[in-house]
T-cell receptor
Framework: RKEVEQDPGPFNVPEGATVAFNCTYSNSASQSFFWYRQDCRKEPKLLMSVYSSGNEDGRFTAQLNRASQYISLLIRDSKLSDSATYLCVVRISNDMRFGAGTRLTVKP | EADIYQTPRYLVIGTGKKITLECSQTMGHDKMYWYQQDPGMELHLIHYSYGVNSTEKGDLSSESTVSRIRTEHFPLTLESARPSHTSQYLC????????????FGQGTRLTVV
């Protein structure tokens, strides 16, 4: 079983839609959690950290459920520019573990 | 923009050649990483470093070696390139107290023919 699992998608949604991604992790010792965004043929970039109480950054909301060991990312009012692959990242001790990513395509 | 740079951006090389992929960062980060990523696939950790003179193998060492003689520089060397090494190689760095908040270079796309 992979340490960090994501639905690969693709998620194809119209502009303005709300879309949510989930990510599950297997190691209960995981300490902190992040979402990264990776555009096609580019490097990953940090989108946001995920805090225990949940957190919001504009149209993006991240949630953490430690009991069920999953994190989520909600994108509201999706834009064409949101099209990318979203990577779930889990910190375990001094290591980062990446999920394989969920691909999102926002269509006009 | 992150201050982490990789060269070359693209490289096509013959089987059996020795190559070094360069990575430099100007943020003073102690931790640096090398990842390998095939198209549409997840990142695999190849090597990482906690600081000068510290290097560790990741899950996928891919017959490569690294060195960390200076904080800002973390080169990756393939002693004998093979077609199976064809991939994208991504270098990243982070502060020791902020593991998880990493900055990535633009990557090196390596093709071994």
């Amino acid at each position: 079983r992979k340490e960090v699992e994501q639905d690969p998608g693709p998620f194809n949604v119209p502009e303005g839609a709300t879309v949510a991604f989930n990510c599950t992790y297997s190691n209960s010792a995981s300490q902190s959690f992040f979402w990264y965004r990776q555009d096609c043929r580019k490097e990953p970039k940090l989108l946001m950290s995920v805090y225990s109480s949940g957190n919001e950054d504009g149209r993006f909301t991240a949630q953490l459920n430690r009991a069920s060991q999953y994190i989520s990312l909600l994108i509201r009012d999706s834009k064409l520019s949101d099209s990318a692959t979203y990577l779930c990242v889990v910190r375990i001790s001094n290591d980062m573990r990446f999920g394989a990513g969920t691909r999102l395509t926002v269509k006009p | 923009e992150a201050d982490i740079y990789q060269t070359p951006r693209y490289l096509v090389i013959g089987t059996g050649k020795k190559i070094t992929l360069e990575c430099s960062q100007t943020m003073g980060h102690d931790k640096m990483y090398w990842y390998q990523q095939d198209p549409g696939m997840e990142l695999h950790l190849i090597h990482y470093s906690y600081g000068v003179n510290s290097t560790e193998k990741g899950d996928l060492s891919s017959e490569s070696t690294v060195s960390r003689i200076r904080t800002e520089h973390f080169p990756l060397t393939l002693e004998s390139a093979r077609p199976s090494h064809t991939s994208q190689y991504l270098c990243a760095s982070s502060e020791t107290r902020a593991v998880g908040k990493a900055f990535f270079g633009q990557g090196t796309r390596l093709t071994v023919v």
